[in-house]
């Protein structure tokens, strides 16, 4: 499995970015969950977003409104695009992948992100004031 994060970077408040991942599992599976997790220094890797094959979307509750999550089956490729971001938007954002589940556990799953198997080396975002 193959999962490739670019975009990341330093941008100020309110502003935007794009991140992208060239993630493997995208459409080589009848039933998948890829998504974005984020760590921030001192705390735990928390939920961002997924979305499964069937292109059913969920977001953690802090970036409803701002974040938006999606696929390209043809590319094999994950986005997250971002705006409005905030100071606490700042954390190393990883692109993940689980083969075999989707629906309900896709959803599920921003709050156990132990459960997503793979995961890229993960990309830095910076939100400055």
């Known amino acids: 499995v193959q999962l490739v994060e670019s975009g990341g970077g330093s941008v100020q408040a309110g502003g935007s970015l794009r991140l992208s991942c060239i993630n493997s599992v995208i459409s080589t599976h009848n039933h998948y969950c890829v998504g974005w997790f984020r760590q921030a220094p001192g705390k735990e890797r928390d939920g961002v977003a997924t979305?499964?094959?069937?292109?059913?979307?969920a977001y953690a509750d802090s970036v409803k409104g701002r974040f938006d999550i999606s696929q390209v089956n043809a590319t094999r490729t994950l986005y997250l695009d971002m705006n409005a971001l905030k100071i606490e938007d700042t954390a190393m954002y990883y692109c993940?992948?689980?083969?075999?589940?989707?629906?309900?556990?896709?959803?599920?799953?921003?709050?156990?992100?132990?459960?997503?198997?793979?995961w890229g080396k993960g990309i830095q975002v910076t939100i400055s004031s």
């Open positions: 993940t992948a689980q083969r075999g589940y989707s629906g309900k556990w896709c959803q599920g799953v921003l709050s156990q992100p132990l459960g997503m198997e793979y």
């Open positions: 979305i499964d094959s069937h292109g059913t979307t």
